[in-house]
């Protein structure tokens, strides 16, 4: 994964974590103002993660699988 963003994109996965995390927690943490470097929108369009509402109507973000063998072959657990 030589492209800057790509190595963002991780970070951004292995931030949420495996639990999904509240959208404005995530938004706030990873808004981005620089269009060089569109990390959640480049997630959002991979597929590699899912924004859902849960059973309380709060809006959550979560790794996808997809998301997570991503996460697995680059950067395994130790």
């Not at 990390?39 to 979560?62: K, M, P, Q």
Request: hydrophobic fraction near 35%; charged fraction near 30%; include cysteine.
């Amino acid at each position: 994964m030589p492209d800057p963003v790509d190595a963002l994109i991780l970070d951004l996965l292995e931030w949420i974590g495996p639990r999904p995390r509240p959208y404005s927690e995530v938004i706030d943490g990873w808004r981005t103002s620089c269009p060089r470097l569109p990390v959640w929108e480049d997630a959002n369009d991979r597929g590699l993660i899912a924004v859902r509402r849960d059973s309380n109507g709060r809006t959550l973000v979560a790794v996808t699988r997809s998301g997570e063998e991503l996460l697995a072959r680059h950067r395994p657990r130790r």
